[in-house]
């Protein structure tokens, strides 16, 4: 049975927090789907950013908030890979 999304956000938020150690209380959920293959999860957490400064939120265009893509396989849950958010700018 494929993980349930409650679950597969709980883990990422696990493994993103054992990885950085940014407590799992100051993460926010973003964004979240399914690959189109069904095979994996992907959720998008942000955090508060170690190094903010006006300039880089200006920069950067989101604040003095990070964003990581976790991607997990979703029917067991396991970690596949982690990678920088990349926000686009409309």
Known sequence: MPLD????????QHYLSDITKIPT??????E??????????????SYPSPFPS??????S???DRDYKVVKLLA???DF?????????RV
Not at 25 to 30: D, F, H, R
Not at 32 to 45: A, K, P
Request: proline share 2%; hydrophobic share 45%; charged share 30%.
């Open 5 to 12: 999304l409650k679950r597969a956000v709980e883990l990422a």
């Open 25 to 30: 209380a100051e993460m926010l959920l973003e």
């Open 32 to 45: 979240l789907e399914r690959s189109s293959d069904g095979r994996y999860w992907l959720i998008t957490l």
């Open 54 to 59: 006006p300039l880089a939120a200006a920069l």
């Open 61 to 63: 265009g989101h604040g």
């Open 75 to 77: 029917e067991t849950g």
């Open 80 to 88: 596949e890979s982690m990678k920088i958010r990349e926000l686009t």
